[in-house]
Each structure stands twice: as structure tokens, then as C-alpha cells.
């Protein structure tokens, strides 16, 4: 018996080795099997694996940011909107709560974290969804930087590989920085400092522990996470980011608490500012011209311009104030609808004053300087009370006596002010209006003034003579309902303000200022000409006998032009315009001397600055310099100088528009500086110019209709132009050395008779001290001519 149990242990020994060693085989087996299939696997997909070696010249997609000249942000071009930072500025605390969150046991594994993914798999079993993922930071990046989102168990395998290799390309911190700067936080802002500012307002570095616990919590679901949407579910993510801190030791319990409770003040959505909408899209375009779409708005360049955003900002809303001043003088144009009110007619709050704009950025309707839509509700004599969504306001007559009906026949310089109000609207007009700045009545009314958009529009342009650096430009009414660039895009006929490049010509060839022309009658008959019978007119319809070239400047006096242009030939002064800066084409005839080839108003700006430094024409400069992402300068641009006529005509061509302003044309200019300019005005009132400058700046203002109609009689370029010009010339000059200008050496002064041109020596007002190039001023005293000999003096200088 004991014999049959000893065979029987040897029985279950030997099976049990038999059992063991099937076992052991079976697992090497299985080794040898998984270790093939996974180099099976590894070199089935690795084949066509991404090329890793991208990652130590890591270039994501930047904002190109474009600076004025005193660096100060003008605006940004983007696809992502991120800003690269090191992972040093990164504060700590950031770091530690997104590998708490996000990928616990990121500085143990080799790319893979095997653990996280147990976890989530066991967590999404539970749930019967999926809940959590656990992909490691490694995987993140390399599915953000190499792979497409598709759900497929191939990128899944090409994930892991790629996480493996870029683990033994390149250090923790590398990688770390890497996602920091390239995960989604929502509302477009890629990385965490796009984020900060996006959020917070402010740099990370400055970021305190409630706000980074905001931040981390927002890569899984950004929209569902973000506090701009929920803040309650905000709150509720932070609570678990704080949690996760927690437990790998970041931070304490109390700290913990502590943030918990701080209150989280957002930047607010705020629309992104250009603050200079037409320079910005001018430099945008010569940027993509240059470097290309993917480059600008890609490439993170650092654009560097001539702008100056605090002249800017005098020449905007002097533009809009002038625009919309010329606009009330057409009249008001009527109510924009209107509602049956005691039929119980409405119209949709949206519809009126939509409080989110198009790119979702929620708006404060009712801060003054806001354009309403209202409904009329009541309407006195002295005032019209207008009703919105949830509020009201007042219009007080004062704030809408301009609104009579157009009239294009009357002369609305003379045109009386509305003294009631119930002549202009009634209860159920659907009008616009602007919020004023001031008090709220007591019954809580806003206060208001009648508004229309105008169908005046305008441009101004600000250069510096002596570099050409463009200092402010504004090419329209509103940026927001048109782009065009009326300042750089827009061919307008000049007008009278062409005639410097006329006069200097003719001082070229030979005339002074006291050079005399007789303004009287003239009639074109030469059978070569197209203008074979035409008859020139003066702006007043009558002629002034012997007049001097000065006062035909001063008083812009179209038929002593004509006669200049006439001797002196039209195609010197073409010549002579290309020189000075004219690039449009100009039709080489007689209609010179009146301006009425198109021009735009950045050449004519040209013009004048190149008179204003002495003969010596500067290109109009934009951009200064461009830096590409790691600095490297891509372009410089310093100043184009070219001398184009002598110093001596552009000092005499100056000081002959001093006289415009002090009793000429510009004679309403009251500023201290001194200035010279030349007004222009068009044919039926179509265009009003006024081009001026004073030794370190020069400015050109343009009003007219895009429809090239009429703006209304005695709409000139005294009137239309210049109020707009002096708006912004007396802010840019607050403050700056008052310089005059300086004769060049060859320059000299004589006292001469001011109708004849010739000299005196008389002291009283018909005399003055007239600029001369030495050996060009008049020989013969004034008393020494008979009157009927002046005329003569109409052929000096002719060739």
C-alpha cells in the first residue's frame, strides 16, 4: 500500500514537471510571438512614421505683430493666436498642475504611461463611456504635431511609437515646453500665454494660483470649461485640477481652500483693437506681396512701423467729427423704418442692437459713443424721447437742429435750424442715435443725438517731409462698413491744390512771385486743341486785371493758371510732377491748371513734402523694419531722398502758400505754427482738398462722395477740408517748437508794390517785403511805369 502511494506522488511529480515545462514553453512562446508581433507591428508602421527630427527646430504658428514707432501694439495677424514663451517663465506651479492633470507619472515613463491608461480603460469600463483618456503628454504632442485626430487603432499604434522615439530624442522639459506652447485653451488662444492674456489680461509669469487652476482645467473641453461661457462649471474644474495638485504634493489642503475661494476676474472678451484699421490692412498687403500668406500670418513676424498711434488717434476723430459735420449740412435723409406703435407693431431686440458681435464678443450697447436703434415714442417741440430694448433716451432739439430735408439747390450755408422737432419725426420712426457723454437724467433717460450714417466720406494722411515716414492715415468714414483705403486707393481730381507743381514750374523757368499775368478773358481758339473755344472762369465769375503770382496763389485764380500753363508748356510741368511725386497718369493739356486728372491723396502729400523739405522728395515709408520669429532683421527700411527741384523754387513755392493760409483760401487756419498750403476744390463741389505742412510735417485731408455727386454748394476745400486738417495739425502741434521756415543763402528779401510787383518805397500796407532767388528781383521803382506798361510784365520769364 505505502508502495502505491509512493507511485502515485511520483505520478503527480512528473506530471507536474511535465505541466510546468509545457507552461514555460508556452510562455516563451508567447514572449518570443509578442516580442514579433511587435516588431512586426513597430516595422510595419514605422516605415511611415513622421520624421521626429522636426522637433529640435520647432516652429508653430505665430502672430505677427505690427508695432508703431514708439512700439506700441497697433495690430495682430494670426491663424492660432500663440505667443511662445521658454519653459522657465512658465511658473512652476502651471507645470506641476498640468502633469497632475494630464499625465501623472510624466518624468518616470519612457512615452507610454501605462498606468493612465489601465486607469482611464477601468474608467470608461465603469462608465460605459469614455470619461478619461490616457494618453500621456509624450502621445499629446505627438498626435497634436504629427498625426490627425482620426479615431483608428493604426494612428493609435503610430501614437505610441512616435511617443517611444520622442522620448529618446529629447528631454522631459523639452517636451513639456513643447505642449505648453502648443495646446488648444479656447477662444483662439493656443499655449499658455495666448491664454493668460486671452483670459487674465496678463503675462503667465504674473498668473496666481486660482487663475493657473482656471487654465489647466481647460485643455480637455475648453468651450464646456471656459469661464467666458460657465463659470459654475469652471469652478467645478478648478476644484478638480486643485484636487489633483494635491495629491502629488503641489500644493497644501489649505492653499488649496484658499484659491477655491478667491473670486476669478476675467480680462473680458474683449474685440480686438486695430487701432489704425486702414494703415494696418495697407502694411498687410504689402506684407502678403512680399513674404507670402503662410508667412504673415504664420510666421510670427515683428513688423515695426512709422505709425504714430497718438497722432492716429487725433487724425480719426478729427476725420469723423469733420465727415460727419459735412455729412448734417446735406440734411437728414429720414427715418430709417417705421412702426404702427398703437397697431402694437415691434421690432426685434436682436434685430435693433445685436449685444453680441460677429465674433462673439459681448458689447456694452449703451456707453457713450454707441450708434442705437430706436423707436421714436414721443415727440415734443423741444425734444424727441426715443425708446430701445430695456432702456430709453432724450434727443434735445439742440442735438438735431441740422436735420431739415436736403435740398441740393439751397446753399445749406445759410440754411436756418430746425426750431421744432415734430417737423422732422414722429412716434413710431424707427431712427439711429448716439449716446452722449454726460449725466443720465432723473428718470433715468440717456442722453442722445440724432445720427445717420453719413454718404460723406474723407481721408487724411500725415508724413514726415524729411524721411517720408507716414505718422497717421485714415482712408475713410468707418473701417467697420468699408475697407477701401480712400488715402492710398482713391484717383480724386486735385483741383486747385495742383497748382504748386504749375507755379514752381514756372519759377523754374524764369517767373518770381511778383511776376504779373493779366486776369482777364480769355477764349481758346486753336484748331489743334480740344479745347477750341473754351472760355476760362475764375471761382468768384469775374477777372482781376494785372495780378501777381503770389496772388493768384493766395486767391487761387484759375485764369491767370491757365495762361501760366499755356506759356510755360504742359509738358514741363508733367515732368516736373513725377519728379515732386506724382505717379498717376496726367492728361498733357490745359486742364492741368485746373486739377482734373485724378491723383490720390498719399502723392499729393508727396507734393507738398517734398516742398516743404526743400525741393528733396521722400518716399512715403510704412513699414520700418521686419523681424521674422528668432529676430533675424528681414527688412530695413531707411529713407529715399531725391532732390527734385532747387531749394530756392521750394522756399519760394513755400513762401508763396504762407500767404494762402494768413490771408488766402486757408485764411480760417488760427494756429501759431507757421504754415503753408493750398486749398482745392472741384468742379461742383465733387471733391474738397487741403494739402499743408509746416517744416516737420506735413498733412493732406480729401472729402468727397464715393459717387463722385455733388457733396452741395459752397462745399470748397476751405470749408469741407480744412476744418478737419486744423482739428488734427492743432493737437499734433500742442507742445512742439514752433519753426519757421529757413530761406536758403541764395534767398533775398525786397520791398516791392504789391499790385504791380515792382519796387517801392513806400512803408504803407500796399507794400511788403516779396521773396526773390538773388538776381531775379525787379529793377524798376513802381512810380517809374505807367499804368498801361504792367501788363508787359505778363511775358518775364517766358522762354
Not at 450 to 455: H, K, N, R
Not at 628 to 636: C, S
Not at 777 to 786: A, G, K, M
Request: proline share 5%.
Amino acid at each position: 500500500m505505502a508502495q502505491d502511494k509512493k507511485k502515485k506522488r511520483r505520478g503527480k511529480s512528473s506530471l507536474a514537471r511535465k505541466l510546468g515545462t509545457a507552461l514555460a514553453f508556452l510562455f516563451i512562446v508567447s514572449v518570443v510571438a509578442g516580442i514579433g508581433g511587435a516588431a512586426f507591428i513597430y516595422f510595419t508602421y514605422a516605415k511611415d512614421m513622421p520624421n521626429i527630427d522636426s522637433l529640435k527646430e520647432y516652429k508653430p504658428s505665430l502672430v505677427t505683430r505690427i508695432y508703431d514707432r514708439n512700439d506700441l501694439l497697433i495690430g495682430e495677424y494670426y491663424i492660432e493666436k500663440r505667443i511662445l514663451v521658454p519653459l522657465e517663465r512658465i511658473p512652476l506651479a502651471l507645470r506641476r498642475a498640468t502633469i497632475g492633470v494630464e499625465d501623472t507619472s510624466f518624468y518616470k515613463h519612457h512615452g507610454l504611461n501605462i498606468e493612465g491608461i489601465i486607469r482611464a480603460f477601468i474608467a470608461n469600463m465603469k462608465a460605459g463611456h469614455v470619461v478619461q483618456g490616457g494618453s500621456s503628454i509624450t502621445q499629446q504632442v505627438a498626435k497634436l504635431l504629427f498625426l490627425t485626430p482620426e479615431r483608428k487603432l493604426a494612428r493609435k499604434i503610430k501614437e505610441a511609437i512616435l511617443s517611444i522615439n520622442i522620448e529618446r530624442m529629447y528631454t522631459k522639459n523639452e517636451i513639456l515646453e513643447i505642449y505648453l506652447n502648443h495646446i488648444y485653451y479656447g477662444h483662439g488662444a493656443y499655449g499658455v500665454e495666448a491664454a493668460s492674456q486671452i483670459y487674465f489680461g496678463k503675462n503667465v509669469t504674473n498668473l496666481t494660483l486660482p487663475e493657473i487652476s482656471i487654465l489647466v482645467g481647460l485643455p480637455k473641453a475648453p468651450s464646456h470649461y471656459s469661464p467666458y461661457n460657465n463659470m459654475k462649471k469652471a469652478k467645478a474644474r478648478q476644484a478638480h485640477v486643485l484636487n489633483r495638485m494635491v495629491a502629488i504634493g503641489a500644493i497644501t489642503p489649505a492653499q488649496k481652500m484658499e484659491a477655491q475661494k478667491k473670486e476669478i476676474r476675467l480680462a473680458g472678451r474683449k474685440k480686438p483693437q486695430n487701432k489704425a484699421p486702414w494703415f494696418a490692412e495697407h502694411v498687410r498687403r504689402l506684407l502678403e506681396k512680399k513674404y507670402g500668406a503662410t508667412k504673415l500670418y504664420r510666421g510670427g513676424l515683428t513688423v515695426r512701423t512709422t505709425l504714430d498711434l497718438a497722432l492716429q488717434k487725433y487724425a480719426r476723430a478729427s476725420a469723423k467729427a469733420g465727415i460727419e459735420k459735412n455729412d448734417r449740412r446735406l440734411g437728414y435723409r429720414g427715418p430709417i423704418g417705421h412702426v404702427d406703435i398703437e397697431a402694437g407693431e415691434t421690432v426685434e431686440a436682436d434685430k435693433l442692437n445685436p449685444r453680441i458681435n460677429k465674433r462673439g464678443h459681448k458689447i456694452d450697447i449703451y456707453k457713450p459713443g454707441s450708434i442705437l436703434k430706436g423707436i421714436v415714442l414721443d415727440v415734443e417741440k423741444k425734444k424727441v424721447t426715443v425708446g430701445f430694448e430695456d432702456n430709453k433716451g432724450v434727443i434735445p432739439l439742440k442735438e438735431m437742429n441740422w436735420a431739415r430735408t436736403p435740398n441740393p439747390r439751397k446753399n445749406a450755408l445759410w440754411a436756418a435750424k430746425i426750431k421744432d422737432a415734430r417737423k422732422v419725426l414722429k412716434p413710431g420712426d424707427l431712427i439711429e442715435t448716439r449716446v452722449l457723454k454726460g449725466n443720465i437724467s432723473d428718470d433715468g433717460s440717456l442722453p442722445l443725438t440724432l445720427y445717420q450714417v453719413p454718404i460723406i466720406q474723407g481721408a487724411l494722411l500725415a508724413m514726415v517731409p524729411k524721411t517720408g515716414h507716414v505718422l497717421a492715415m485714415v482712408g475713410g468714414y468707418d473701417a467697420e462698413r468699408s475697407k477701401f483705403n480712400r488715402a492710398i486707393q482713391a484717383k480724386r481730381q486735385p483741383g486747385s491744390s495742383f497748382k504748386p507743381v504749375i507755379y514752381a514750374t514756372a519759377i523754374e523757368k524764369g517767373y518770381t512771385p511778383a511776376s504779373i499775368i493779366i486776369d482777364a478773358p480769355i477764349i481758346f481758339d486753336r484748331a489743334v486743341t480740344e479745347f477750341r473755344g473754351w472760355k476760362p472762369m475764375n471761382f468768384e465769375e469775374k477777372f482781376f486785371g494785372p495780378t501777381t503770382i503770389r496772388t493768384a496763389v493766395t486767391h487761387s485764380r484759375n485764369v491767370v493758371t491757365i495762361k501760366a500753363l499755356d506759356k510755360i508748356g504742359v509738358r514741363p510741368v508733367i515732368n516736373n510732377a513725377r519728379k515732386l511725386g506724382i505717379t498717376s497718369k496726367l492728361e498733357p493739356n490745359l486742364s492741368l491748371a485746373l486739377g482734373a486728372s485724378p491723383v490720390a491723396l498719399v502723392e499729393m502729400v508727396t507734393v507738398y513734402g517734398t516742398l516743404a523739405n526743400g525741393g528733396a522728395r521722400a518716399k512715403p515709408i510704412f513699414i520700418k523694419s521686419v523681424e521674422d520669429r528668432n529676430g533675424v532683421i528681414l527688412e530695413q527700411n531707411e529713407p529715399e531722398i531725391k532732390q527734385a527741384i532747387s531749394p530756392s523754387v521750394a522756399y519760394l513755392m513755400t513762401n508763396i502758400m504762407t500767404g494762402v493760409v494768413k490771408e488766402g483760401t486757408a485764411r480760417s487756419l488760427k494756429l501759431k505754427n507757421p504754415i503753408a498750403g493750398k486749398t482745392g476744390t472741384t468742379n461742383n463741389n465733387i471733391d474738397a482738398w487741403f494739402v499743408g505742412f509746416t517744416p516737420d510735417i506735413v498733412c493732406g485731408v480729401w472729402v468727397g462722395r464715393d459717387d463722385n455727386k455733388p457733396m452741395g454748394k459752397r462745399e470748397t476745400g476751405s470749408r469741407a477740408a480744412i476744418p478737419i486738417w486744423k482739428g488734427f495739425m492743432k493737437k499734433t502741434l500742442e507742445g512742439m517748437p514752433v519753426v519757421d521756415f529757413k530761406p536758403p543763402e541764395d534767398i533775398l528779401f525786397v520791398k516791392i508794390d504789391k499790385k504791380s510787383g515792382l519796387l517801392t518805397k513806400s512803408s504803407g500796407k500796399d507794400s511788403f517785403f516779396e521773396a526773390f532767388i538773388d538776381g531775379t528781383e525787379p529793377t524798376t521803382f513802381v512810380n517809374e511805369t505807367q499804368p498801361d506798361e504792367l501788363g508787359a510784365q505778363e511775358d518775364l520769364g517766358e522762354l
